[in-house]
Structure formats: C-alpha cells, structure tokens
C-alpha cells in the first residue's frame, strides 16, 4: 500500500539497467527524475485491480503528465504491469513533451479480468503506443503517435469470458 516518493530534485539512475517500480502510487516531487538511460522502465500497481490514472485523471496510483515528463527510458515504459492482476487505466492529456524520453514505445497493460484502458477528456501525444487491456479499448479523444505505430488490443486474453470492445465515441 505504500507510495513511492521521490523528493524534489533527487533522481534516480539505473546506469543503463531496467528499472521495476511497484507501489500503490508514485510520488515524483518537482525536479525528481527517473532514468533508465537505454533500458525500460517497468512499473506496477502493489495490489490486484489496482486502477491507474495516466496524465489529469486521478485513480489509486496517478502519474501525472509532468511526472511522466521527468522519465527518460531509452527502451520504452510499461505502466500496469506484466501479471494477470492490472487493473484498469484512464489516460486523460499526455503531451508530446510528456512522453518524449520514453521511446521507443509507452506499453499500457490491464490484464486483470474486466479491465480496460480508456482515454477520455483530452487527447494523447506518445512517440509510440500499445494497449493491451483484458475487456476493452475506450478511445473517447484523440490518440496520436508521433514517430512510430499504435496497436491496440480490447481482447489480451483472448477470451470470450466478457465481452471485449475496441470502441471509438464522439
């Protein structure tokens, strides 16, 4: 259940290693960074179903488009996790300049049963993305990739337990 803080202007540097984050939320106070330098940043929620609000909308952990600013992962970011226990996500505003250092792609995984990605309130700005969510894609604003592709699957699990969507409104 415990957050992750990291301190105004302190950062942390794997020196070219990858970096597994896990914590109810993630704190990363004005100046703080986080590098990877050309390996990946994995990071996951400490209990199962654990929501994740990506940019302006909150959830149990919230990154915010600022603090997604402050990572730099020279083999992408995975926000949710690799277990079967993701729980859903909002991604509400990430900029191009939020997401800029996390190249070559941003993975956004809920894989826990009935889990969804949605994107709603403003549009998002990634170099590159890939959705995987176990009950659906929810695309409510834009979605934009910069410098690579996008690939979204409603259906991870590849089960017709629930009902998976990929849906586009308004």
Not at 131 to 137: I, R, S
Request: proline share 1%; net charge negative.
């Amino acid at each position: 259940n415990g957050t992750l803080t990291l301190q105004t202007g302190k950062t942390i540097t794997t020196n070219n290693s990858d970096l597994t984050i896990t914590a109810w939320d993630l704190d990363l106070q004005t100046s703080a960074s986080v590098t990877t330098g050309t390996k990946s940043i994995l990071i996951t929620g400490s209990k199962d179903a654990q929501t994740i609000g990506l940019g302006a909308t909150g959830a149990n952990m919230h990154i915010m488009d600022s603090e997604l600013q402050r990572m730099t992962a020279g083999s992408g970011l995975v926000l949710g996790g690799a277990t079967a226990s993701a729980g859903s996500m909002t991604v509400n505003g990430i900029t191009a300049a939020g997401s800029n250092n996390l190249s070559p792609v941003v993975t956004l995984v809920a894989h826990d049963n009935g889990a969804s990605v949605t994107f709603d309130t403003a549009g998002s700005t990634f170099n590159a993305l890939e959705v995987q969510a176990d009950d659906g894609v929810v695309v409510k604003k834009d979605i934009t990739t910069d410098t690579g592709g996008m690939y979204l699957d409603g259906d991870k699990d590849n089960s017709n337990a629930s009902p998976d969507t990929l849906h586009s409104i308004g």
